[in-house]
């Protein structure tokens, strides 16, 4: 007898924030899904804006997102999975029948509202919910694996870590952005709010002639001009340069052009970015917080603090021996060990698990 074929129903409703870490998360994973689920077994369908159009092919099933959804869920009669894709939303199918895996990105929250016991709470108390409702929780590193561990109750339920992939398509020839840099820079990308850290990032043009580039959408103003603020105590202030939210082809010219990449953030759960420079095989510079190190390995080199001549000293060394040793392929070979298709196949094995 023919199995009964299954259904999938994939949570994209963060794709309404262009331009963030969750947008290309569903993007990249909803893509190699399509093109590793078994056809003959199962089937997929996307659950996310209208305004985002049917990103995933005309042959898919889509239910659009509505605001109304949070209070009203859609009946998902007929579905046999729903793969919630981010720990705090508030969109989410009633446990039924239908089998429900949960994405856990980081509870970076603990980190910001370190200071407000009241809100950690709140968050916690928002996740245990989903947790609760859960059939298989997964992480997107080891790092968020034991944060949830320590912070939530799992209900002695499996927690699997699925790393995420690298988004660029890697294109040899990116078409040159509106504004090229004059001079041999340093690139940085991410919304720019407290916790990426960037403000210790402009230390590291003193005694030298170079530029830093900051791409990413202005999140917190305030912190934009702390950012301006710790570059002109440097005499540095006219070599930062603030580049907005930036294309797929634009971002993919940056990282091929530039001469390293920083990252000095503070609050992580995987760390795209990192894994996208280290493709172009460029010496990345990281904090050591968070899932970072976890993410770089070997292949990266390290701030052993946020202090300016620590940095500084870093920074140089780095460089040295990046020049010295010529390490781009190792660089390349560890960032191919992150890649969407390897993801899709264990979401994928985790789904079936459950069928």
Not at 112 to 130: F, G, R, V, W
Not at 227 to 236: L, W
Not at 254 to 279: D, Q, R, T, W, Y
Request: hydrophobic share 40%.
């Amino acid at each position: 007898m023919r199995q009964k074929q299954k259904h999938i129903l994939f949570d994209c409703e963060r794709m309404k924030y262009p331009h963030t870490g969750l947008y290309y998360f569903c993007l990249q994973l909803g893509l190699a899904l399509t093109r590793n689920i078994n056809v003959e077994k199962e089937d997929i369908s996307f659950y996310l804006p209208s305004s985002v159009g049917k990103l995933f092919g005309e042959k898919y099933n889509y239910i659009s997102q509505s605001s109304l959804h949070k209070f009203v869920f859609p009946s998902v009669k007929g579905f046999d999975i729903w793969h919630g894709t981010f720990q705090g939303s508030n969109y989410s199918p009633k446990k039924s029948s239908i089998k429900k895996v949960l994405t856990i990105h980081d509870l970076n929250f603990l980190l910001e509202h370190k200071n407000n016991t009241a809100k950690k709470k709140s968050n916690l108390a928002k996740i245990q919910k989903q947790i609760n409702d859960a059939d298989r929780i997964c992480t997107i590193s080891e790092f968020v694996k034991k944060e949830v561990l320590e912070n939530l109750d799992v209900k002695n339920k499996e927690v699997q870590v699925v790393y995420n992939g690298c988004n660029l398509s890697l294109n040899t020839n990116p078409k040159q952005p509106a504004m090229i840099p004059d001079k041999p820079f340093v690139f940085t990308i991410g919304t720019i709010m407290t916790k990426k850290n960037f403000h210790v990032l402009p230390a590291l043009l003193c005694n030298n002639d170079l530029l830093l580039v900051i791409a990413g959408t202005i999140m917190e103003e305030a912190y934009l001009a702390k950012i301006k603020e710790e570059a002109n105590k440097y005499g540095v202030g006219n070599r930062v340069i603030f580049a907005g939210a930036v294309s797929e082809n634009d971002k993919e010219w940056f990282l091929k052009n530039c001469l390293a990449f920083a990252f000095p953030s503070i609050a992580e759960g995987f760390g795209l970015p990192v894994i996208e420079a280290m493709a172009f095989g460029k010496p990345v510079f990281l904090s050591t917080a968070t899932s970072l190190p976890e993410v770089g390995g070997d292949a990266a080199y390290y701030f052993p603090s946020f202090d300016a001549d620590e940095m500084q000293q870093a920074f140089q060394r780095g460089m040295e021996h990046y020049i010295d040793t010529s390490p781009s392929e190792i660089i390349k070979k560890r960032a191919g060990k992150f890649t969407w298709e390897e993801a899709a196949k264990k979401y994928l094995e985790i789904y079936r698990s459950l069928y």
